[in-house]
């Protein structure tokens, strides 16, 4: 399968979590991100679950009309699965048209074959079709104190967190988290994020669970004098990105 490729991100699928107050800026910068990397192509398709899903006029620079949303509730483990079968789906049919493809060239060359692609063309009405990779994208927002921020071995999005890269046939799902706070979070998740935008907070207790994210990126010293430098102008943020092992003040 073709390798993803972001300007903005060195891995895709990413886990993405923009940490900040109400107000601090992390949807807009998260939105910003996704639009970007939809215009790029490295997202495709998003699935989102947020308690204004479907009040939130922001969410509208992301979605298409084949996207899925939802309002955070009581369904929210099944909206997790929802999300899993159709990646699936997505996966296995990328897969039927890129072998249906390969036929098809051989068809149109005069190449003989075989009954089974013929069977296959004939799906397609012997039409010319170009495959699409599946590049989709979850994006979570304001889901603390729901079910999804569980802490219980049946949480299926722990689950998904763990085995996204792996979705879709291999495929994998981005998933944007956009967070006040890590309070909560499950661990799991904290420590399978692989970029952070994460904007000032004086929380000596969110500070800490920031840093142990971080997996022993640098001394603990050294990251508050960062979060510090990076978070001084107003709506600023520290992009972290552990993947590539770099700090910056954007992505």
Not at 200 to 209: C, N, P
Request: glycine share 6%; net charge neutral.
């Amino acid at each position: 399968m073709p390798r993803l490729e972001s300007k903005y991100l060195s891995r895709v699928p990413t886990i993405f979590c923009a940490l900040a107050s109400t107000g601090g800026g992390k949807s807009f910068t998260t939105i910003n991100l996704i639009r970007m990397m939809r215009a790029e192509g490295s997202i495709n398709k998003v699935f989102l679950i947020s308690p204004t899903a479907d009040s939130n006029s922001i969410y509208k620079a992301i979605l298409t009309p084949e996207d899925k949303t939802w309002d955070l509730d009581k369904n929210a483990f099944q909206h997790i699965q929802e999300v899993v079968q159709e990646c699936e789906a997505d996966a296995a049919k990328y897969r039927h048209d890129l072998e249906y493809e390969i036929a098809y060239k051989k068809f149109v060359s005069g190449e003989t074959i075989s009954h089974v692609e013929e069977n296959l063309l004939e799906t397609g009405g012997f039409r010319e079709i170009k495959p699409k990779r599946p590049s989709p994208a979850l994006v979570l927002d304001d889901i603390q104190g729901s079910i999804l921020m569980s802490q219980s071995a049946r949480n299926p999005l722990v689950n998904l967190v763990l085995k996204s890269r792996h979705i879709g046939e291999g495929l994998g799902l981005s998933i944007f988290f956009m967070v006040q706070t890590l309070t909560g979070c499950p661990k799991p998740i904290r420590l399978n994020v692989t970029h952070w935008a994460i904007w000032k907070t004086h929380s000596t207790r969110e500070q800490k669970l920031i840093y142990e994210s971080l997996g022993g990126m640098m001394s603990e010293e050294e990251f508050q004098r960062k979060l510090h430098l990076y978070t001084l102008a107003p709506h600023s943020y520290l992009f972290v990105d552990l993947w590539a092992d770099k700090i910056a003040d954007s992505f």
